[in-house]
């Protein structure tokens, strides 16, 4: 690659008699933005366990930790921020309003805002001013061109990672490998306190919130991927790292989710030309397809992004032999940890298949018959514990991704059927079918044939008013000797 572009944007402004860099205006040194930025990361994250005891709603208690995130940022741009990082962060705080609105009201027209933002953003805050090349030359924008290419990066990768979000958990992972290569590039070439900032102040937030944000299951959702992706194109022009940000999040990340840009672009033109148009398929559902877990697929893209963003790294030539030991030293893990996760996949690969596996959920791959004799045979030879047997659909999947309780009761359960035409479509789409749906309330009602002739009691739980009743006198009716032992 004889001209691998690399965006570089030091700022230079007037700053008193100086006349220094911008990235140089900062409230003390790298020693006090470290010392802040781990404070905060601390203080927020025993704030947030504080809260964990005293709220028991957690939808309450992951709003407050939301607005407790956005708040510790808003606090240390105050506080170690130069006037161009306040800007970056207040618009991110205000994208993520945005966000909100997105949410309680979905419109296309939302995408203006996010547009007028990007503007003000590029205008007043980091902006690219120069492009450089790797054999030396440079070629410098215009104020016009150099709003514009601004402004597109702040308005597109807000769109970019909110296609990442689709995929519940990777954003997050992303984010920290991004925020830890941008870290690492930093000081290796000692560039702009400000990015230092930014990025470290970035980790520290991770850090603090993983244990909330780092759930595989769980997505960021509108305003949160909104405002961390601001953060990420602002650190990106910020500091010497773009090349970095470009491969692992721009780049390498749409490719994954679009499969790639090309093959969006033939999904798009199948549409008008051809009679079976070409699906806009993605690598984690290709990886599903093929029997890999929603966790595992999610290391793995996060190790893709990683291994090609070192080698963007080397690509871009570091002056310094010690970069070029680090970059390498990690290029060699990341592909150490493609090759075992592929490795390990091909070993469990078949029996995968006969158990799919779908966000952390395992189904079962039974019939109606198996199921019920199954269940008999639970019920002949009962363990120390009551057995659970679920039944879900497509909205009872989603739950699942956004219910950290129940996920975890699904993943506990003995045996999970798959219940609603939806599913079924679903893991066949992801080349992952299933013999039969065995609906729910058929399931029972069979389950009470049996109990009736092999003369067990049932109790009906759950409903309202006197609906779990009602069911318990259709089914006597129905199968005359169903012993009842109680209905709630």
């Known amino acids: 690659m004889s001209r691998c572009l690399r965006l570089l944007s030091p700022i230079w402004v007037g700053s008193g008699r100086s006349g220094a860099p911008e990235g140089s205006m900062v409230v003390g040194g790298y020693t006090e933005i470290a010392a802040g930025c781990a404070g905060a990361g601390l203080l927020c994250f025993f704030v947030q366990k504080l809260v964990r005891r005293l709220l028991d709603d957690s939808r309450q208690y992951h709003y407050f930790c939301n607005l407790l995130l956005a708040g510790f940022w808003l606090l240390l741009a105050l506080w170690l921020g130069a006037p161009t990082t306040r800007w970056l962060v207040g618009a991110a705080f205000c994208t993520g309003i945005v966000g909100i609105g997105e949410v309680l009201m979905p419109r296309r027209l939302w995408l203006l805002p996010y547009l007028l933002l990007a503007l003000l953003c590029a205008r007043f805050g980091p902006s690219i001013v120069f492009i450089s090349f790797t054999d030396g030359e440079f070629v410098y924008l215009s104020p016009t061109l150099s709003l514009l290419v601004t402004t597109s990066w702040f308005f597109l990768l807000p769109l970019v990672v ?65 405002f961390w992706s601001f953060l990420m194109a602002g650190a990106s022009i910020l500091g010497v790292s773009k090349g970095i940000v470009f491969s692992s999040t721009f780049f390498v990340s749409l490719g994954f989710f679009a499969i790639p840009l090309v093959e969006a672009t033939v999904h798009w033109a199948s549409l008008f030309m051809a009679e079976r148009p070409h699906g ?10 093929r029997g890999m877990g929603h966790s ?21 030539s570091l002056s310094s032999e010690v970069a070029w030991v680090w970059w390498g030293t990690m290029a060699l893990l990341g592909g150490g940890l493609l090759l075992s ?25 039974v019939s109606m018959n198996y199921a019920l004799a199954r269940a008999r045979g639970m019920i002949l030879s009962p363990k120390e514990r009551a057995q659970l047997v679920a039944t879900v659909n497509a909205l009872g999947m ?22 609603g035409v939806g599913l079924l479509w679903g893991l066949r789409f992801l080349g992952m079918p299933i013999q039969e749906r065995v609906a729910g309330i058929d399931f029972a009602e069979h389950l009470c044939r049996i109990a009736a002739a092999e003369g067990w009691s049932v109790y009906f739980l759950g409903a309202r008013g006197d609906t779990a009743q009602a069911c318990a006198d259709e089914m006597t009716r129905r199968y005359p000797g169903l012993q009842i032992a109680g209905a709630r």
């Open 280 to 289: 806009a398929d993605s690598l984690y559902q290709g990886m599903l397809r």
């Open 398 to 419: 989603e739950e699942a991704v956004r219910n950290r309780t129940y996920h975890g009761a699904l993943a506990r359960a003995s045996m999970v059927l798959s219940d």
């Open 162 to 226: 909110r296609r990442m979000d689709s995929v519940p958990g990777l954003v997050h992972n992303v984010l920290i490998v991004t925020f830890a290569l941008m870290l690492m590039a930093i000081l290796l070439t000692g560039y702009n306190p400000q990015a230092f900032f930014i990025v470290l102040a970035g980790l520290s937030l991770l850090g603090a919130s993983w244990e909330r944000l780092g759930d595989v299951f769980r997505q960021l959702g509108r305003p949160l991927s909104a």
């Open 296 to 316: 595992e697929a999610i290391r793995f893209i996060t190790a893709v992004c990683a291994f090609l963003s070192v080698v963007t790294a080397l690509l871009q």
């Open 341 to 365: 996760l592929i490795l390990a996949r091909r070993a469990r690969m078949p029996a995968l298949h006969e158990k799919p596996r779908l966000w952390g959920v395992t189904i079962d791959n």
